[in-house]
Nanobody
Framework: QVQLVESGGGLVQAGGSLRLSCAAS????????MGWYRQGPGKQRELVAV???????NYADSVKGRFTISRDNAKNTVYLQMNSLKPEDTAVYYC??????WGQGTQVTVSS
């Protein structure tokens, strides 16, 4: 059974930084494609960043140059380092595994 548990969200001022973590259980983490998605108020859920088992990454245009996704296979954990945060980054951030397993989400609020 796959479980994903996000942490690290919170309230931060514009220009600040946060690091989200997602701890995965259920085995085979090292060969999984891991992603971060977000859903802002009144908006659809959207892809933020994804990292393959080989470490290749892809980002939404809106976060390129500000966010960095990484993984630690020894800890079964994927991270999202978020810098230069903007109010429009305010959303619930969700961890995803292989396109089908979801975490419960963690709230990120950026004040102006």
């Amino acid at each position: 059974q796959v479980q994903l548990v996000e942490s690290g969200g919170g309230l931060v001022q514009a220009g600040g930084s946060l690091r989200l973590s997602c701890a995965a259980s259920g085995g085979l983490f090292s060969i999984s494609v891991m992603g971060w998605y977000r859903q802002g108020p009144g908006k659809q859920r959207e892809l933020v960043a994804v990292i393959t088992s080989g470490g290749s990454t892809n980002y939404a245009d809106s976060v390129k140059g500000r966010f960095t996704i990484s993984r630690d296979n020894a800890k079964n954990t994927v991270y999202l380092q978020m810098n230069s945060l903007k109010p429009e980054d305010t959303a619930v951030y969700y961890c995803n595994r292989d396109g089908w397993a979801w975490g419960q989400g963690t709230q990120v609020t950026v004040s102006s």
